[in-house]
């Protein structure tokens, strides 16, 4: 049976449900909150900026996999993302993804769905000598998300990224530290950090080929491990003013998603 996604059954037990919002709970931990962190497929952001006046539009979509015990849970999450430049060392993104989760367990196949937390984010690159150059990139979410669902903190979120980038030819190297105050109304951890790396190789003029690792603190203050992930994509850019990029991220730990299939657009003006 399909249950409506508005009103989940009973059949589905704690655990089930407790696996379930903590599905969810990934993905809004996961890069802190949304896709809004860099150029998909990665989950490492970079130093670079749109330009004075200029805006980008990020369209993505990412379909998830995973089986805890006894549950397979399918998760559809796509993301639309804003930036607009602010300065031309300094940029202002608005994001807003919305999921749609399957679970299918002993009782049954239930469905849901409904928009996760949005969140507003200002990225400063504020040092540039030749290759290397640095970022500070503070950020809130908004409750916007249905908490009680699974979809939300259920308060505003605050947390920031420092963020380097080393590009001293076609191969490049970007990483980033972060820490989120996980104010919460679902029992969370509230203090989350974020590590990440990332390798970007420009392959032709057109294609980039990119390798992102990361490291998440877990949301569940009952479990200690981490959250890692590791993507495999590419970026094409048959113009300058669009790129089409996919990506296969595969989770370790507990706690992560164990596949996903990453796919985007992105359209500058």
Do not use: C
């Not at 896709?35 to 900026?49: K, N, Q, R, Y």
């Not at 009782?107 to 690159?125: E, F, I, N, Q, V």
């Amino acid at each position: 049976m399909i249950a409506d996604p508005e009103n989940p059954p009973l059949l589905v037990n704690h655990e089930i449900a407790r696996k379930t919002r903590l599905a969810a709970a990934a993905v809004l931990a996961a890069g802190f909150g949304t896709s809004v962190e860099a150029a998909h497929p990665l989950l490492t952001e970079d130093t670079g900026t749109q330009g004075d006046g200029n805006y980008q539009l990020e369209l993505m979509l990412d379909k998830t996999r995973d089986n805890p015990p006894g549950v397979t849970v399918r998760e559809l999450q796509t993301a639309a993302v804003l930036s607009y430049g602010l300065l031309e060392n300094a940029d202002l993104q608005v994001g807003l993804p919305v999921l749609r989760q399957h679970t299918h367990d002993a009782g049954g196949r239930h469905a849901r769905k409904g928009p996760l937390d949005a969140s507003l984010d200002l990225k400063w690159r504020f040092y540039e000598r030749e290759a290397l150059s640095l970022a500070f990139k503070p950020g809130i979410t908004l409750p916007t998300g249905d908490a009680g669902r699974g979809f939300g903190a259920g308060r505003a979120t605050w947390g920031a990224l420092l963020v380097l980038s080393y590009e001293p030819g076609p191969l490049a190297f970007h990483s980033h530290l972060g820490y989120r105050r996980n104010n919460n109304t679902v029992d969370q951890r509230s203090d989350l950090m974020h590590l990440s790396g990332a390798l970007a190789w420009k392959a032709t003029d057109r294609l980039k080929l990119v390798a992102d690792f990361s490291a998440d603190s877990n949301p569940d203050g009952a479990d200690r491990s981490s959250i890692r992930y590791r993507v495999l994509g590419f970026i094409y850019s048959p113009t300058p003013a669009f790129d089409l990029d996919a990506g296969l991220k595969h989770g370790h730990g507990r706690a992560a998603t164990d596949r996903a299939f990453l796919l985007g657009a992105t359209f500058r003006w």
